[in-house]
């Protein structure tokens, strides 16, 4: 956190306000000083362990404030002060006349310590080498790592009552550098680098809400308005695939946001009804200059011929919900809905017709359309019967395969309480999509490339089946125990797929158990696993041959299906104990696993010629192994003092066949040779995390 904004906060906060001086104001809390010590030695590239959290050697602090009087109220609340990761908060008021409040949070987020990079200036708006450098030694070592805070204020008018007046406003700010890579040519296939792009970011954020709350009627009315800056809108960096020269990224572009919402509800309406109305209506803008040159395979510049000069982007969205919730009778709840959520892109046209072709962009709109209806009938005191339908139809302009779809869902539902100590729950949820694929009559002939994109479809929109039950279970035999356990099965079937995405299976099961005697120690277990599976079908396709890209043409050495299927498997347990030893001192420990196993099964069509390299299955898919353990201790040094101490041990562990055999440089031929920096290198740790702070209480 920055020093003039801790600075300002710890002075308001000594400084007792004048308005509370004529009342008894009185003040309590804790502050807390200490110290941490972390070993992780054998780490090669710690920032994983460090990525969103300080834990680097030094001080611990921390300040609990909580003052009052008949009139008056201020809390203060700060840790880690001076820290990455400082947070800090001071909230106060008049009763029933306003609030305030002021925050400052701070964090890191580490990428990569001590990687390696060819280029000077790693991280900075130009980063230059000369290639080829095919030796690591010989590089430039590199951290990759930024630094954002978030300062905030917010104030609200209480004294109108019933009328309100809020506004609150924040201030985001990044700086540093993050991960980013460039291909050298048209594709990575020509090689590619890893690059540090720079990131000097800022967000201006304020809200300004009034409004009407009574027993009856809740209205309101909000503008919001937001900017975002860059100061590195673009980075140069050394092309060595295109003969050392400079090329260009361009990154995330300043941009205005605004938007208007206002929303009211009307209560005690008859049938013991309340309708709830909300609309938005914002807009976002961004004018970015186009770039009129762009490197070719000679090393050269070749145009690229924009029909503007300048891309204006502009978005606009409007929403608007209704929904009526009722209970006409006395064990019956029903619910009726309609939200509209409708994007307009006018954006800028652009099309470039330079040397390398004529190149278009997409301007993407949609409107949706979603309504539905709930009811839920209590048949007798321990059981209730829900049930509910819902519509989402949506029409997307600037897509290129679907241009339209329908959802159904409908649900059914059981919930028994009808044992004191077992409450039940089981839900089924069915949704049907119903697509219209534009694509179907692609190609001239199964020899055209085109022809393929007639079975190729996009899951996220292609007709689809999906199932999905879901049962909870919580059980409490004795007071002080008590056991739950969720599970759920959900299945999609793209049903008209023939390539891409066939179908995927998911299967959670999630149990807990937690026992306590009064007064003495309270254990926690819990346990889950997951297993997610995706069948998907491909086609490799090459030449001009009748058949070329009809998957249900007999496989030849040149043009066949294959097909895979990843599975997800994910477990975690953990047990947590709170333990209070004797009068002064307390005990709290916690241990956790968690690991993921990754794999993929490949399999080539029947029929294909031995001719054919046949595909390895791959074990190493993302496998990854979490341990920790903490142990702390609280121990009472008479009513005003208290010494914790603490210990923690992490371990992580990570293999990818991606990355397994990691290497800095992938040489080609052409100059087509590949740089990375050791990002995905070495992210494994073990840590040993010793803490311990002294606490005085007034």
Known sequence: MGKKILALLIAHLFAIPAWAQSDVFR????????????????????????????????????????????????????????????????????????KY??????????????????????????????????????????????????????????????????????QVTSSGSKIGSSSQGLSPGNGFVDLAFPVEYRTRNATFETGYNSKTVHAALSWMTSK??????????????LANGIDRSFLGAGNEYSRLAGNVTFRRLPLGSTLALRFTRDELESDVGLATTVLNTAGAIAQTNPNVSTFQGRIENRTFSAALASAPMRSLDTRLYYNRNERNDKSTHVEFSGALG??????????????????FYRINRGNRLGAGFEILDT?????????????????????????????????????????????AGSGTGTGDVNYMNRYLTAFDVSNLEQDQLKVTLDYSPLPLFDVSFEGILKRNKFKDNTLGRLKDDRREIY?????????????????????????????????????AYDPFAPPTGTAYNWEGQVKDRNWAAGLALHWPLMERLTLKASAIYYKTDGSVDLALQEGVPASVVRPVPLDLWDDSRRTSLTIRADYALGKSWMVTGGYAYEKFEYRDAQTDGYRYTVPAANRADSYVNGYFANPQYTAHIVYALVTYRF
């Open 395 to 439: 029409k997307r302009e600037g897509r290129f395969d679907f241009d339209d779809s329908e959802d159904q869902r409908w649900f059914v539902e059981w919930k028994n309480t009808s044992m004191d100590e077992l409450a039940a729950r089981l839900k089924y949820t069915r949704l049907e999509r119903d697509s219209n694929f534009l694509l």
């Open 228 to 241: 975002f800056e860059n100061e590195n809108e673009s980075v140069t960096w050394t092309n060595g695939f």
């Open 511 to 547: 149990v807990s158990a937690s026992y306590g005697e009064p007064g003495g120690p309270r254990l926690t277990v819990f346990g889950d696993a997951e297993l997610i599976k995706y069948d998907s079908r491909h086609r490799v396709a090459t030449g001009t041959a009748v058949g």
């Open 27 to 98: 003040v309590q809390g804790s502050v807390s000083v200490g110290g941490i010590a972390v070993d992780d030695g054998d780490a090669a590239n710690g920032a994983k362990l460090h990525e969103y959290r300080d834990l680097s050697n030094g001080l611990l602090t921390g300040i609990d404030l909580r003052g009052r009087s008949s009139r008056y109220w201020l809390d203060f609340f700060g840790e880690n002060l001076g820290r990455d990761d400082t947070y800090a908060s001071l909230r106060g008021g008049m009763y029933d006349v306003f």
């Open 358 to 375: 004529t190149f278009d962009n997409e301007p993407f709109s949609y409107k949706k359309d979603r309504y539905g209806f709930d009811a």
């Open 101 to 170: 409040r002021f925050s400052s949070d701070s964090l890191r987020h580490n990428f990569l310590f001590n990687g390696r990079t060819p280029y000077a200036g790693a991280g900075g708006p130009a980063q230059t080498a000369t290639f080829p450098q095919l030796d690591p030694n010989t590089w430039n070592s590199l951290d990759v790592g930024y630094k954002r805070r978030n300062d905030a204020g917010y104030f609200e008018l209480q004294a109108l009552s019933p009328w309100y007046f809020r506004a609150d406003a924040n």
